[in-house]
């Protein structure tokens, strides 16, 4: 029997009293850190004064977004533990982004990451990645995510879709405004809290209904054979084991490693030590999102197993099993979600958009007041393109954000061929990085919307057979075909002037003193947690 649920969760005084409370909290802290850089001219990167904790739960609070939320819930809900893999295994490319990448970053003293491909391969990259970091920046970043969340709220709260929408604008636009990205990482790490603990509650009341371990280590979800719950890789099914282990770095050079969102965090950092730290940090994070978010929906699908529609999940445990004053916690966490990662792409667009376009092409010789003061506007200018975005979505059929994430997905092949053979091969030329990512990029749209739209769909037996691969391979298939043409032009082709090889590693440090042993010590304790907990689910789990 299917439950019946509405999507609107029974707040009450105390519920409210609490949200309200986290929306005061919020603004004070984002006031208390924007009236600290009310001083500071560097609106983009704080002054490059961020402490480790704050790079680390920056990162983490960013990635949380509210689709994130739901869909994970629902995804534990259907298939089980599986997903915890896209979790799991971050850490390898948050270990990458801290030792090998920004290392490099550093050491060119850039602020943004389409100016790092200007050092390394001049300016015809520039500007492809330049307009490319906008347009990612808008589609995943900005407008999805508030579209997403408005749309959450106004089913939690029985608001209208566009004033929740304007709500979350105002409010993730204030202090990004004031405090640039000291107080967008100072409000990401509150919240980043927030959305562990409030998690991890509903996931704690969840589990004291399941009453032993042995009936937790049984359940069974709804698309997945009796079994195979708790297995984190499937020889079939949505995911296969292969298509992940293949396709998920190529997805993760490009979102950890080179993304302005992301990697925005580290550079705003201290020294190299602190952001090593915080990417160390992250990392030690990231083992809680498989426990607090896709476990409560594995739960859920044993204790309520008629869901007919799993983006409930998230929301019907809510209504079921937490009393009044945590409910208004988790309509916080949710809210949390939609601004930690909001604020960071407005900062983002901002930064990319004043430094990359602005002062390259329209007022180079603008001083650092004009520039945070032209920051600022734009950022204003985001954040009203980002309420017009989630207009939009609201007036056309609903797939259509889905669509946009798929077709960014398709964007990370040409990316990462040119940021890894960029840093990790000296021979690379600027010819060849330029032709793999305009060549490369129209190629991966174009197999995209070929996937998306199932065009050569072939019919058999009176059915339409989707003859694509999954996702996660043709991305894979996509890198590796750009890796061989950068490789092979790079080879015909001679270093031009603009570009600039990069030194050695040990150059690099000798530059940037990084944790050294402790960052060998710290990554070998989560390598070794990171593989316990792979056998634990293994060996005891899964038989």
């Known amino acids: 029997m299917d439950h019946l649920f509405d999507g609107k969760v029974d707040m009450q005084l105390g519920d409210g009293l609490v949200f309200f409370g986290y ?55 259907t298939t089980g533990m599986v997903n915890a893999n896209f979790e799991w295994m971050a850490w390898v490319f948050l270990l990458l982004l801290g030792m090998a990448f920004v290392p490099f970053y550093l050491h060119t003293k850039i602020s943004t990451m389409p100016e790092f491909l200007q050092k390394r391969f001049g300016n015809g990259c520039y500007t492809f990645y330049s307009f490319y970091s906008l347009f990612g920046t808008v589609v995943l970043w900005i407008g999805g995510t508030l579209f997403a969340g408005g749309d959450i709220l106004a089913q939690l709260l029985g608001w209208d879709l566009m004033t929740s929408v304007w709500v979350l604008a105002v409010i993730a636009a204030s202090f990004t405004v004031a405090g640039g990205l000291v107080a967008v990482m100072v ?165 990319v958009f004043t430094l990359d376009i602005y002062k390259r092409w329209i007022d180079p010789r603008a001083g650092e007041h004009r520039i945070k003061t032209f920051g600022r506007i734009v950022t204003c200018a985001a954040a009203l393109m980002a309420v017009a975005i989630a207009y939009y ?23 990462s061929a040119v940021f890894v053979l960029g840093i990790f091969w000296r021979r690379s030329t600027a010819k060849a990085a330029l032709v793999t990512l305009v060549l490369g990029s129209i190629v991966s749209v174009a197999v995209g919307v070929c996937d998306i739209n199932d065009t050569f769909a072939k019919e058999i037996d009176g059915q339409m057979v989707d003859i694509w691969p999954h996702f996660l391979l043709l991305s894979f298939y996509l890198f590796a075909a750009l890796v061989v043409l950068m490789v092979t032009l790079s080879l015909y082709t001679r270093h031009s002037r603009s570009e600039a090889v990069l030194p050695s590693f040990r150059e690099a440090y000798r530059q940037n003193p990084g944790l050294g042993k402790k960052a060998i010590l710290g990554w070998s304790i989560l390598g070794g947690i990171m593989v316990g907990l792979y056998l634990f689910f293994h060996l005891v789990m899964s038989n």
């Open 23 to 77: 929306i005061a909290a919020l603004l004070a802290i984002g006031g208390y850190a924007s009236y600290r850089q009310r001083k500071s001219e560097d609106l983009f990167l704080g002054g490059r004064s961020m402490g480790w904790a704050n790079v680390g739960l920056s990162i983490f609070g960013t990635n949380i977004g509210p689709t994130f939320l739901v869909a994970t819930f629902g995804a534990g809900y």
């Open 187 to 351: 409000t990401d790490s509150f919240q980043s809290i927030l959305m562990i603990v409030g998690a991890a509650t509903l996931a704690v009341l969840a589990g004291v209904h399941i009453g032993s371990f042995d009936a937790l280590k049984n359940l069974t979800v709804r698309d997945v054979p009796a079994g195979s719950t708790w297995k984190l890789f499937h020889p079939s099914g949505a995911t296969p084991w292969y298509a992940f282990v293949l396709g998920y770095p190529v997805l993760s050079f490009w979102f950890w490693c080179s993304d302005q969102t992301i990697v925005q965090r580290v550079l705003g950092a201290r020294d190299l030590k602190q952001g090593q730290a915080g990417t160390l940090f992250c990392g030690f994070l990231k083992i809680l999102p498989p426990f607090i978010f896709l476990v409560p929906g594995i739960l859920c699908a044993v204790l309520h197993p008629g869901i007919a529609d799993d983006k409930d999940v998230f929301l019907f445990m809510v209504n079921e099993y937490l009393p009044a004053g945590l409910v208004g916690l988790i309509v916080a966490v949710l809210v949390a979600a939609v601004i930690s990662t909001l604020d960071s792409g407005l900062n983002s667009f901002s930064t």
């Open 393 to 415: 979505l609201n007036t056309v059929e609903s797939n259509l954000f889905n669509l946009f994430q798929s077709i960014i997905s398709y964007l990370a092949p040409p990316i």
